[in-house]
């Protein structure tokens, strides 16, 4: 059974090299709010906590770098990066949850462009609640 794990910010620096490129792969389709290295800055300072999908063998799938904030009524789990194959397959998803609940998150959020929203919508049950545009001046 695939497994989602926390990778400890003692450990990003030994396992960069097998969790970067999930992170690289993810930034096709993201904004321009972090580069992979300012990703790995942030995971190593433990200001984001990274989430790694684990097969069987222990052959890591896939990566994801989340951040909680609170606000005065939710507790919020914000994707900021997330990459690699079958993390939206329901047993993942359930894992995921789970440990967001186990931190007291009462919801989660990604910003996402139209496909990715299509994905988090079909298999993760999200719903679109606002639009985030924005401009470079």
Not at 23 to 52: A, M, R, W
Not at 59 to 65: E, K, L, Q, R, V
Not at 83 to 105: H, M, N
Not at 110 to 121: C, G, P, S, V
Request: charged share 25%; aromatic share 10%.
């Amino acid at each position: 059974m695939r497994k989602i794990n926390i990778l400890a910010p003692d450990f990003i620096c030994k396992y960069w090299d097998k969790i970067e490129p999930f992170f690289e792969s993810s930034f096709k389709f993201s904004t321009d709010d972090f580069s992979v290295d300012q990703i790995k800055f942030l995971l190593v300072n433990g200001q984001q906590t990274c989430l790694i999908a684990v097969e069987d063998d222990g052959t890591i799938i896939g990566a994801s770098a989340v951040e909680i904030s609170n606000f005065p009524n939710h507790r919020v789990l914000h994707i900021t990066s997330m990459g690699g194959r079958a993390l939206v397959e329901p047993d993942l998803i359930t894992q995921f949850e789970g440990w967001a609940r186990s931190q007291g998150v009462t919801k989660i959020r990604a910003f996402a462009k139209d496909a990715q929203t299509r994905l988090y919508k079909m298999k993760m049950g999200f719903e679109s609640v606002a639009n985030v545009v924005e401009k470079n001046i």
